[in-house]
């Protein structure tokens, strides 16, 4: 099943939620990210799977937020980072294990989603990348505390230096559990999800206690949309993405004055 950039299979009894947009790298707009956090409660109740993965079609996990359709009003900025947060939600509320199988880059918000799952497998070309600090975009999805929460004090470089993470560091400081060939990363998070899950009236208990407390979640949340409001007002939102823009499409040559006295 497709629909809307979020593909559909299940793999025995694993829902598999791929993003497919591999032309802009699964970069999610805001109907995406409804559609995904929608998906993953439908499955998460437990009902239908013993799992989920999550996971992207080609050479990309995720490019995270669609900035060709940058938010033009604070009002939009709100919506953005609500859509976001939502995804942390539906993945933290859900009944069954989710594992992130991250096949490419995943970058800012993207990078973020993984963050909440319960385990994060990558292939040899699985690589993070946070470039919100650069960009004057703050970080959503609870980030402030999760990838703490992950990696302790490698947060504050990964996030004020915007550094590449390539498969082996993360795996190293604890971004990533695994590394496996890509041919099996899929397949492996899927029986990851069936191996944790042997007992659904069990292992959702686990879950809730392993995972964090939705109180403080709230909280991150919370600070985190303050901290957006203050980077919309201050205009590095703003400066931040047109500067992106620049870089990716920088202004062609003047061409050189003409000489009329140049003599042919």
Known sequence: MTDNHVNVRIDD????????????????????????????????????????????AGRAFSAG?????????????????????????????????????????AV??????????????????????????????????????LLRRLVRNHAMRIILGSNRIGADEARRIGLLDEIVAPEGLVPHAAETARRWNSDPRITALHLGLL???PEDIEAAFAREDEAARL??????????VEGFWATKNPAPAAPAPSNPDRRH
């Open 231 to 240: 980077a919309w007002e201050s205009g590095a939102f703003s400066e931040g």
């Open 65 to 105: 937020e669609d900035l060709q359709r940058v938010p033009a009003s604070y009002a939009e900025i709100r919506v953005a980072f609500a859509t976001f947060h939502d995804i942390t939600r539906a993945i933290l509320e859900t009944k069954v294990p989710v594992i992130a199988a991250v096949n490419g880059i």
């Open 108 to 145: 800012g918000g993207a990078s973020e989603i993984t963050l909440c799952c319960d385990a994060r497998i990558g292939t040899p070309a699985a690589e993070y990348f946070q470039p919100e600090n650069h960009r004057g975009i703050i970080v959503s999805n609870a980030s402030s505390i």
């Open 13 to 56: 009894d694993v829902a598999v939620l791929t993003l497919n947009r591999p032309a802009k790298l699964n970069a999610l707009d805001s109907d995406a990210r409804v559609l995904l956090a929608r998906t993953i409660r439908h499955f998460g109740a437990g009902e239908r799977v013993r799992g989920i993965v999550l996971t992207g």
């Open 211 to 213: 995972r964090p407390r």
